[in-house]
């Protein structure tokens, strides 16, 4: 049950369900879910190890507001495992993980012509997954799992904050899987670089741009 509500419960977040600053109680989120107070206590303590969630005294727990300098430490610390992810993933995908990125790309396309804002984040984050999944390098992928969380929660407020994100998700992300396809592990580094460069710098300007109170 805890598995079942914890999982509930990142989806309500990831899908902005629940917006930064939002205070997830547990009254009001086991009565959301229909479930009793013990799994939703336990479900919070694990969405606060991943950085979804923080306790404040006499508060509970509030859905995490990225601050600045969260975002750029997630940029640089993505950027350092995706090179090595990527380039593990030219040398060592399958045609299964190849064929699972394509797929992932296609859902994205259908995702946009629906409007679905949200659900393109979560298969931004998916594809990602299955490019450390490619590289078959367990404590890689390890390393990675204890990011995700909060990199698709900075995923959401891009989404929100930068127009551009519909217009080229999709493309950058075919072109990550081509990459890959092509076995030039140089290449793969280069691109990654490049698409996480993109993406961080517009979610950072956005920050630099906010009036300062």
């Not at 086991?30 to 919070?44: I, N």
């Not at 998700?169 to 990654?192: G, N, Y």
């Not at 670089?193 to 300062?212: C, F, I, K, V, W």
């Amino acid at each position: 049950m805890a598995d079942e509500v914890t999982d509930q419960l990142r989806d309500i977040i990831l899908t902005g369900g629940l917006k930064r600053g939002d205070r997830a109680g547990e009254a009001e989120i086991s009565q959301r879910l229909r479930v009793s107070r013990g799994p939703v206590r336990e479900a919070l303590v694990r969405l606060e190890q991943e950085g979804l969630v923080a306790s404040e005294w006499h508060r509970g727990a509030l859905v995490v507001d990225l601050t600045r300098k969260d975002v750029l430490e997630l940029a640089t610390l993505r950027a350092a495992l995706e090179a090595v992810a990527m380039v593990e993933a030219a040398r060592e995908a399958t045609g299964k993980d190849l064929a699972l990125l394509h797929d992932v790309v296609e859902q994205m396309r259908s995702a946009r012509e629906r409007g679905s804002d949200e659900s393109l984040v979560r298969l931004d984050v998916e594809f990602h997954d299955i490019v450390y999944r490619a590289a078959h390098h367990d404590r890689l992928y390890a390393a990675w799992t204890t990011i995700r969380s909060q990199v698709a929660l900075a995923l959401l407020r891009r989404r929100v904050v930068n127009e551009d994100y519909l217009g080229i998700v999709v493309e950058e992300h075919a072109a990550l899987a081509a990459t890959l396809e092509s076995r030039d592990p140089d290449r793969a580094k280069a691109e990654i670089a490049t698409h996480l460069e993109g993406a961080y710098s517009r979610l950072l300007a956005d920050y630099d741009n906010r009036p300062q109170s």
